[in-house]
């Protein structure tokens, strides 16, 4: 299993890392809208930032547990 083992951690890191790229563009979008007081653009940025904290969680704790299910011991 130790192929398996390989593929998911980096999977694992690939959400993560496209998780934390969506909230980084979140908060840039955010701090424009902020900057430009635009209410259409803080919203938006809002919801990437939690998007993407979201997307991170998803990889950080439920892409592994797919390894654990598919084990058979």
Known sequence: MGIFESIF???SMGVMAWGAAY???GLITFSE???QQSAPKKE???GN???G???FAVGMFLVPQ???LL???
Do not use: D, R, Y
């Open 44 to 46: 938006e940025g809002m």
């Open 23 to 25: 909230a980084i563009t």
């Open 9 to 11: 951690k980096f999977a």
């Open 33 to 35: 809208g902020h900057k």
């Open 71 to 73: 084990q058979v011991s």
């Open 66 to 68: 797919i390894l654990n």
């Open 53 to 55: 904290g979201v997307i």
């Open 49 to 51: 930032i939690v998007g």
